[in-house]
């Protein structure tokens, strides 16, 4: 089997365990996991976070957006373009969002986007992430293009049900690893 097969299949396997989440526990451990964000050194150390608008039962991380922004941080949230290419534009409330390329809710033309974001702390969601720093997305790529083209700090925020062992995700070429993976009841440096 061929890694994109291999990651179809474990995309689909994950999805189903996330989707299984209850909403109570969802959002008892997002707010674990944006409180446990928020102590760390990489987002006391930064003045940019940049963060995505959870769909699918994703680690709420609203959270730690109104958080960031009372500790007065910049906060970016992805905008998508077709090709593959994505931006991060400054936010500063949830009513400068809009739906966007994939129904997801982005900045709207009012944000500035953030031309340097390097030096940033980046929250990315994952269906799947491994204790090695392999995550797995949807699989449209975007996020890898924008860490490869920009230094940030890569953190991954997940669910405990969506951790697997080192080496259990297939990687490919253009697979950018994370820094740091933060769950409701650990953080990981690989």
């Known amino acids: 089997m061929n890694t994109k097969a291999q990651k179809a299949l474990i995309r689909r396997e994950y999805l189903k365990r996330r989707a299984s ?17 928020s102590e760390l050194d990489e987002y006391l150390d930064t003045n940019i976070i ?6 699918n039962n994703e680690v709420d991380i609203r959270h730690l957006f109104r958080k960031a922004i ?5 906060v970016g949230f992805p905008k998508c373009i077709k090709g593959g290419k ?7 409330s949830e009513n400068e969002l809009e739906p966007g390329l994939f129904g997801i809710p982005e900045p709207t033309e009012i944000c500035p986007v953030i031309t340097n974001p390097s030096g940033a702390l980046c929250v990315t969601p994952a269906v799947v992430a491994g204790c090695d720093g392999r995550r797995l997305g949807y699989g449209g790529g975007y996020y890898d ?25 297939p990687e490919g ?3 950018v690893r994370f820094d740091i993976l933060v769950t409701e009841r650990s953080t990981i440096r690989p």
């Open 86 to 92: 994505m931006d991060f534009y400054a936010v500063k």
């Open 50 to 55: 940049l963060l995505y608008y959870p769909i």
């Open 145 to 169: 293009r924008f860490f490869a083209k920009f230094n940030v700090t890569v953190l991954c925020a997940i669910f405990e049900k969506q951790l697997v062992p080192a080496g259990n995700i």
């Open 173 to 175: 070429i253009y697979d």
């Open 70 to 74: 009372s500790d007065g941080k910049t």
């Open 21 to 37: 989440l209850e909403s109570g526990y969802i959002n008892s451990a997002s707010a674990d996991i944006s409180a446990r964000i």
